[in-house]
């Protein structure tokens, strides 16, 4: 959370690296400030003629303490936004921002009060409690780097105006109460890098789309109302969420050949078939959850081979067969395996000791 008003253009991405501001602690352009202890470890960001562009308290009342010193008001500045809804020029950020605003019609924090001048690069207004929808005029900050709208009750379909956000690396939509078909135009972000629209309405098809952004790392469609069949090319991502949907089929084959993923997760689907034999052949795989779903067959014994693997879910399924002796032998930061209701048996594995860093082995509701 920021000082004041969370639409901004960020100056710094982190503590470390500032590109046009300078960070301070104690003071503020040599002037001593009283700051509460409470905000001992907050950040304040300079702009070079001295306003203060970014504040990030600890918490509420810190915030609060900030806003009420007079010194601070006058570096912050106290203009209000007036929005001229008659102005037809909505080109610039600060109109797209304006019509932004225009559409929210609840919040009750009044975090969209203070005004902005530049190129807004990171917006930031995830937690508002918020209620609105976006408008097609939202497509035209097109700086932006980073959007954040996270748990919030935003509403509506996405525009396809957003498409013009060619600059986007991150989106998060999360726990909003977005709706419509998951856009295809998001092929279009060629620099997206996280996308992240869980717990949201959202139906349709899993866009092939989403193979022409090659830098896609993370993609989260978790607990929607997604239909149809997993891809057989999706990306080279390192995370893919798919959890709580209505998705059917086989575990697409190809997903083998996406060598950088760390995190699958397909569970709570109907998802049919085998567990494809590649998967074991994901060295970089750190969760692996594919539990609530109807799979059948042999758990593929390359699986307890990943050397990196943390946990693995395959609980509530059909799977058949016995657990090699050696499952413990390639696994060693295992932390959780999940294998109950099942029709797994045989014995427990001799070698489950070596499995140091276990916490948590359910096989129950086995044969």
Same mark, same amino acid.
């Given at each position: 959370?920021?000082?004041?008003?969370?639409?901004?253009?960020?100056?710094?991405?982190?503590?470390?690296?500032?590109?046009?501001? !300078?960070? /301070?602690?104690?003071?503020?352009?040599?002037?001593?400030?009283?700051?509460?202890?409470?905000?001992?470890?907050?950040?304040?960001?300079?702009? &070079?003629?001295?306003?203060?562009?970014?504040?990030?308290?600890?918490?509420? $009342?810190?915030?609060?303490?900030?806003?009420?010193?007079?010194?601070?008001?006058?570096?912050?500045?106290?203009?209000?936004? $007036?929005?001229?809804? %008659?102005?037809?020029? %909505?080109?610039?950020?600060?109109?797209?921002?304006?019509?932004?605003?225009?559409?929210?019609?609840? @919040?009750?924090?009044?975090?969209?009060?203070?005004?902005?001048?530049?190129?807004?690069?990171?917006?930031?207004?995830?937690?508002?409690?918020?209620?609105?929808?976006?408008? &097609?005029?939202?497509?035209?900050?097109?700086?932006?780097?980073?959007? @954040? +709208?996270?748990?919030?009750?935003?509403?509506?379909?996405?525009?396809?105006?957003?498409?013009?956000?060619?600059?986007? &690396?991150?989106?998060?939509?999360?726990?909003?109460?977005?709706?419509?078909?998951?856009?295809?135009?998001?092929?279009? +972000?060629?620099?997206?890098?996280?996308?992240?629209? &869980?717990?949201?309405?959202?139906?349709?098809?899993?866009?092939?789309?989403?193979?022409?952004?090659?830098?896609?790392? %993370?993609?989260?469609?978790?607990?929607?109302?997604?239909?149809?069949?997993?891809? !057989?090319?999706?990306?080279?991502?390192?995370?893919? !969420?798919?959890?709580?949907?209505?998705?059917?089929?086989?575990?697409?084959?190809?997903?083998?050949?996406?060598?950088?993923?760390? $995190?699958? @997760?397909?569970? @709570?689907?109907?998802?049919?078939?085998?567990?494809?034999?590649?998967?074991?052949?994901?060295?970089?795989?750190?969760?692996?959850?594919?539990?609530?779903?109807?799979? %059948?067959?042999?758990?593929?014994?390359?699986?307890?081979?990943?050397?990196?693997?943390?946990?693995?879910?395959?609980?509530?399924?059909?799977?058949?067969?016995?657990?090699?002796?050696?499952?413990?032998?390639?696994?060693?930061?295992?932390?959780?395996?999940?294998?109950?209701?099942?029709?797994?048996?045989?014995?427990?594995?001799?070698? +489950?000791?070596?499995?140091?860093?276990?916490? /948590?082995?359910?096989?129950?509701?086995?044969?």
């Amino acid at each position: 959370m920021t000082f004041g008003l969370s639409i901004r253009q960020v100056y710094c991405i982190n503590a470390n690296q500032i590109h046009e501001g !300078k960070q /301070i602690q104690a003071s503020i352009a040599n002037t001593n400030v009283e700051i509460p202890n409470s905000t001992k470890k907050d950040e304040v960001v300079l702009s &070079r003629d001295g306003k203060i562009v970014e504040f990030q308290p600890t918490n509420r $009342v810190a915030e609060n303490q900030w806003a009420a010193n007079p010194l601070v008001k006058e570096l912050y500045g106290k203009k209000k936004l $007036v929005p001229d809804m %008659t102005q037809t020029n %909505t080109t610039t950020d600060e109109f797209a921002l304006l019509f932004l605003k225009s559409q929210i019609i609840s @919040d009750p924090f009044h975090f969209l009060d203070e005004s902005w001048s530049q190129r807004v690069k990171s917006l930031n207004l995830s937690n508002m409690a918020l209620t609105g929808r976006i408008p &097609r005029e939202f497509g035209n900050p097109t700086f932006l780097v980073s959007l @954040d +709208l996270e748990s919030n009750n935003f509403q509506g379909n996405l525009p396809q105006e957003m498409a013009r956000l060619r600059r986007l &690396r991150f989106l998060d939509l999360s726990f909003n109460k977005f709706r419509g078909e998951v856009p295809s135009w998001f092929g279009f +972000l060629h620099q997206l890098q996280v996308l992240n629209l &869980r717990n949201n309405s959202f139906t349709g098809s899993i866009p092939s789309s989403f193979s022409n952004i090659s830098t896609l790392d %993370t993609l989260n469609l978790n607990f929607n109302s997604i239909e149809g069949q997993i891809p !057989k090319v999706i990306g080279n991502l390192r995370e893919l !969420k798919l959890r709580g949907n209505n998705l059917i089929g086989s575990i697409p084959l190809s997903l083998a050949n996406t060598s950088r993923l760390e $995190v699958l @997760d397909i569970s @709570d689907n109907s998802l049919q078939g085998n567990i494809p034999e590649g998967i074991g052949n994901l060295h970089n795989m750190k969760l692996l959850a594919i539990q609530y779903n109807q799979l %059948t067959g042999y758990i593929p014994f390359t699986i307890f081979n990943i050397s990196r693997i943390e946990f693995i879910a395959f609980t509530a399924n059909s799977l058949s067969g016995y657990l090699p002796n050696g499952l413990c032998n390639g696994l060693p930061i295992l932390k959780g395996l999940y294998l109950s209701t099942n029709k797994l048996r045989g014995h427990m594995p001799t070698s +489950l000791p070596n499995c140091s860093l276990l916490q /948590i082995l359910s096989l129950s509701e086995n044969e």
